[in-house]
Nanobody
Framework: VQLVESGGGLVQPGGSLRLSCTAS????????MIWYRQAPGKGRELVAL????????NYPDSVKGRFNISRDNAKKLVFLQMNDLKPEDTAVYYC???????????WGQGTQVTVSS
């Protein structure tokens, strides 16, 4: 089982980044896909969730209207499009797969996003 994130980096405030997560080794369509983030000295925060079909998406107020999560079930990919980035979005972003059938989940290794001028 693997979840591999990519697309992080340094961006100026107001800029955009697109994170990708490539999944392998499990039945992708049995899992909700979630992006979390963790800033230095803070707990892990859910920033976006997409259901197995891709039709249902949830976001916290902190990113609503700026972030968009999507998935490609045929290619086993999950994306997080992040627009109008703010310094407070700086964190390590993690891809998570959460089974709809029980307490089974997988994590990626994380990708750093830094928003700074």
């Amino acid at each position: 089982v693997q979840l591999v994130e990519s697309g992080g980096g340094l961006v100026q405030p107001g800029g955009s980044l697109r994170l990708s997560c490539t999944a392998s080794g499990f039945t992708f369509t049995d899992y909700h896909m979630i992006w979390y983030r963790q800033a230095p000295g803070k707990g892990r925060e859910l920033v976006a969730l997409v259901s197995t079909s891709g039709l249902t998406k949830n976001y916290p107020d902190s990113v609503k209207g700026r972030f968009n999560i999507s998935r490609d079930n045929a290619k086993k990919l999950v994306f997080l499009q992040m627009n109008d980035l703010k310094p407070e979005d700086t964190a390590v972003y993690y891809c998570n797969a959460n089974s709809i059938y029980g307490p089974s989940e997988y994590w990626g290794q994380g990708t750093q996003v830094t928003v700074s001028s």
